[in-house]
């Protein structure tokens, strides 16, 4: 029985849609409530869920657990490997867990009774490229090369062993541009250092400006290399028996930021790391059908993901110093080797199908090993962060001063290895009640073993221990009620649980301080180093610098509870309109509690006002906070304790319409109106959990989520028409054979929060813990009294199309030559914008020369202009162009 949003994609439409590279993410957001989180290019987000995916290969995860977002989908298979990709958005059935986001499910092709195979090339020209909108007219084009082959048919002559076997070749290459734009460094195009920006001595900001207008507008080497292959066996040893065995391999190689920052907004291309990384996939597939009623399906898999990453050198005067000034990445990015992670997984799954009656009873068990190595140190090599070109100026004068906001260093043992044994065991009932009348039940356990810290901080004894959540219980419902022969209602509901990241795991095993020492040390604290040093070993940290984590005693999977309701109707013989409405609800959501700091009370004396200044300095307003000023324990910095307080809600309309193959023409198209809300706020900086605005007051972030997309589309058609039923020489070579697809999406703004970059201290009378953020808590530096998601990014439309012509050579070969073109109207559209909405001085009062200064919150010009239109796999969302050739036999 259908339920949920979900889509399919059979193998005409994955073959024939136009996509960069070949890979499989074009065809993410065939079903609604699914858009691609703009910001992060790669990243699919289903229904407002600010959480993973599950990516699937013939059923079994080659999902990297490691990682809370990931850019791409099964980077590792080629379209032409793919048989068909099932994506289901929201209401799936028992059967699949492991996220509460959505799940894509891509099918590997097989042999056939008879030969096939086909090779084929790509190529893309500079020339044929738009320049990206923000590359200042430097000439960041790209060049393409893809070739590949597969083959499949029958192993031997009783045609019961079949084979299909792929392999694919990418190579890009071009240059990318390393710029900064940030109003509080340059002029607003970004293509000099503004001098008003600098209020140290000329000598000071002269030296600083020279180091900053070396690294802008700067073209740097960007390419992009791989290798993937596949090979699939199949062995049907019967009409009741099939054992399929599958292999899979990939090899890639690039800068980090080749795929999603052609254009560097914020720095960080100059010495960009090269990743590599090794995919590797097996599979072993056993189906048994003991009778008519009864079947049973058997799956092992094998799965391993190694990403590592090799320094780049910066060239620059600061070496493997880490530097950051209001954002904006001005020093080394990773100056040593690191594995981040080595992901190997063994899984085996059993589900069994049994009808009996009116009943389809359905059950599954299933159980997965699943080990990350680590090898690295998060900022090894130190960083600073500064508020101003100031505060960097006076320090890189090597003056002995103190002006950073913070100063970052990890010390200790690179190496780790985490494991993740997850297990499940699942029951699904299908009763057709009725000609009319079809109701599912399911429920779904699931438990993972994780980890455990091999050492205790003595002050924190939950550092100690990692609590295993054990009580995931999801209950599964669905009905579908035939009003007429056209018209089906149907109703959904269901709990799914987000599994533990790898990245959060690492977090807590690392929480003690034990086996490394992640530091923050504030400028005036005893001990801080001096720019450029660092600290040299961990037996010279500075007390009260080291940050802890650990998870609470009731520490818990989220889950996100999805109701929906549809009606369909079939409005002609091929055709199918769904209209459905979706209410997803996310409890539990990881959130961070500093118990390191004393939360402020309204009773506390250190309540101060900012004054609000307008553009021309004239004061408008007031912004009345507590400030965070105490600690509790003066031995550490943030002390983080991991809980499930967040909450997200999500609102979701949605019409589809699907037409099947006729006439040469295949379509679907999906519109969603939706809102999302959460009180999550941003991510802390292990990238596992959120941190709020005020330390554990979550209600206050309450607003648009950063993945909240109003309106979204999607419209896909394949029109392969014939002209005539000639067989004439001019109807095969000229009039017939000719194949049209398209992909377009059509979206309304993503909402960005602005920022406050504070600079120092803001009040005589108080010191405040940190001043990251205007009060001292060093959580979501976001301006308070303006909306969260108030800058808009900016509308989305952009159309990839293909048209190929089938030209027959032989009566079993054929050559297909093609054109694609990616925002093929090169309406580019905006990734990011400037989010710095303010910046926190101290002043004093006008007209007084001496006294107590008091923090002034002066307006940033250019707040909510666009600084990049980036894109994935290419980097860029400007148009691409490129030509292929296909021999088919």
Known sequence: MQQGLAATADMATVSETPSSARRLDILAPLPPSVTNAISMPGVWVFHGEPYSNLFLTDGLSTTNNYFLEKPGIANQLSQDAVQSVDIASADFGTEFAGTSGGVINA??????????GEAYGYFRDRSWQAQDRYALGYNTRQQAVEAGADVGGPIRTAQDIFFFGNFDYFDRTGQGLNRIINPLITDPAGTHVLASNCQATAAQCAVATRFLQSQMNVLDPLWDRSYRGLLKIDYRRS???SISVVGNAMQWKAPSLAETETVAPNGGLIGDPIMREQTRYAKIGWTAQGSNQVTNDLRLGFFQDRITENPVPSGLSTANLGITIAGTTVGATQPYTSIA???RRYEASDNGNWTLGSHTIRVGAGISWNRD??????????LYVYPSLTAFAQDFALTGQRNYTYFRQTLGNPVRSLDLRPFHVWAEDTWRGTNRLTISFGLRYEREHLTQPNETNTSFFQTGSITEPWLNLSPRFGAAYMLNQRTVVRAAYGWYYQPLSGQLLDALFLGNGMYQSSILVNPNQTGAPVFPRVIAAAGAIPKGTLNLAYSTTKFRNPYAQEYSVAIERQVLSNTTLTLTGLRVRGYKLWTTEDYSQVNPSSAQSATETYTIDNAAGQAVGSYTTLLWINRNNGNFAHVYQIENVGSSWYTGISLQLRRNLSHGLSASASYTWSHAIDDVGQNVPFGAGFSSTFDATYTA???????????????????QPT???SNSAGARYLLNGWTFSTITTLGSSFGVTPLAVVQGQQFSAVNMNYTSTLNGSDGWGRVPFLPIGSLLTGPQYNVDARISRSIPITESVRAIVLFEGFNIFNMQYNTMVNPIAYTSVSLLPPGVLNGARTGTLLPVAGAGQGIAAQGFPDGTNARRLQ???????
């Open 723 to 725: 002209v005539t039923g």
């Open 341 to 343: 992670p080595s992901e």
């Open 107 to 116: 099918t590997s092709r097989s042999g056939t009774m008879s030969y096939h």
């Open 883 to 889: 030509v292929g050739f296909r021999v088919v036999f």
């Open 701 to 719: 972030d309450k607003g648009r989520s950063q993945f909240d997309q109003r309106n979204h589309a999607v419209i896909q058609l394949l029109w």
């Open 373 to 382: 190595y680590l090898n690295f140190l998060t900022n090894a090599a130190g």
């Open 239 to 241: 009409e009741r028996n």
